[in-house]
């Protein structure tokens, strides 16, 4: 069963770049590594998806190693309202982790 | 276009009693995956459908049970309700299992049970 692990909670600050990374030892080697944006009360929203070295979308970066054991998302130039819960998870798992609780501050 | 949509937003329910939870999906997506989150942990995942037919199950009691219909809607069904049961319960669809866009969820029922 594949499962990831990410830090409970991160802190940043209005303007930087936030990396957070995921350890997925045992993913699948035909899975998508997919990354979720949840705000209280709400549903998790899709940010990224890719599956071995970089994909880079309009909000994000997705950066996966060769090896694929791990996974970094890089959120540019973070604002308050991307306070949020990050979660990473293989695509086809369908299994969330307890993911990142990212609080930006001014 | 409507998004994922689920009824009821909230619901207040008693021990013991029977729910149905329902959701729309995105229009011409065919699978339909649903989760429960309780406070402060990842959404937990219960079922996954897909033209129909149930693709996956997650660890529930037989309490849960869901179908699709061919219109590719769903409903979630759970029996003999538990206080343990109140959660926000989501519901997430994709055109296939296998989407470059991951799923999109709804916004979720609350279920509170007393």
């Known amino acids: 069963l594949a499962k990831t692990t990410q830090p409970i909670s991160m802190d940043s600050y209005e303007g930087q770049e936030v990396n957070i990374t995921c350890s997925h030892n045992n993913i699948a080697t035909n899975d998508y590594i997919t990354w979720y944006q949840q705000f209280p009360s709400q549903g998790p929203r899709f940010i990224i998806q890719?599956?071995?070295t970089k994909v880079t979308n309009e909000v994000a970066s997705l950066f996966i190693p060769a090896d694929r054991k791990s996974s970094t998302l890089s959120l540019p130039r973070v604002s308050l309202s991307d306070t949020a819960v990050y979660y990473c998870l293989g695509h086809s798992t369908l299994t969330f982790g307890k993911g990142t609780m990212l609080l930006v501050s001014p | 276009d409507a998004g994922v949509t689920q009824s009821p937003t909230h619901l207040i329910k008693t021990r013991g009693q029977h729910v149905t939870l329902r959701c729309s999906p995105i229009?011409?997506?065919?699978?339909v995956s649903w989760y429960q989150q309780v406070l402060g942990q990842g959404p937990q995942f219960i079922f996954q459908y897909y033209e129909k037919e149930e693709r996956g199950r997650g660890n529930f009691p037989d309490r849960f049970s869901a179908r699709q219909f061919p219109n590719y809607s769903s409903e979630l069904n759970v029996n003999a309700l538990l206080l343990g049961d109140s959660a926000l319960y989501l519901c997430?669809?994709?055109?296939?299992?296998?989407?470059?866009?991951?799923?999109?969820f709804g916004s979720g029922t609350r279920l509170t049970v007393v």
């Open positions: 229009s011409g997506h065919k699978s």
């Open positions: 997430a669809s994709s055109f296939s299992l296998l989407s470059n866009y991951g799923y999109t």
């Open positions: 890719g599956y071995k």
